[in-house]
């Protein structure tokens, strides 16, 4: 996260008039940055999300193939075990 420093650095361009033409160049570049840290920031929780969805899938994956090999062993031993 930003700096508290360039937090208020940031809050004072932003919220200064615009008059001069230098101001106008520092309150598009204010504004381009805050753009590319939100689109950087949206980008790495996209890939957190997609790296959770994988892994979510992986451990559900193990997890039926587990209860697959629990419900083949059931059966097979029923299929063998005496009747009484």
Do not use: W
Not at 10 to 33: D, E, F, K, M, W
Not at 52 to 79: D, E, G, H, N, R
């Amino acid at each position: 996260m930003l700096t508290k420093q360039l937090k208020d650095m940031y809050h004072r361009l932003l919220t200064a008039p615009a008059g001069s033409p230098t101001a106008i160049q520092l309150l598009c570049q204010v504004l381009t940055n805050i753009h590319l840290y939100l689109v950087e920031e949206e980008l790495k929780m996209m890939k957190a999300e997609a790296e959770c969805t994988y892994a979510t899938l992986c451990l559900f994956s193990a997890l039926l193939y587990q209860l697959l090999c629990q419900v083949k062993k059931k059966l097979y031993l029923s299929k063998f075990s005496p009747s009484l």
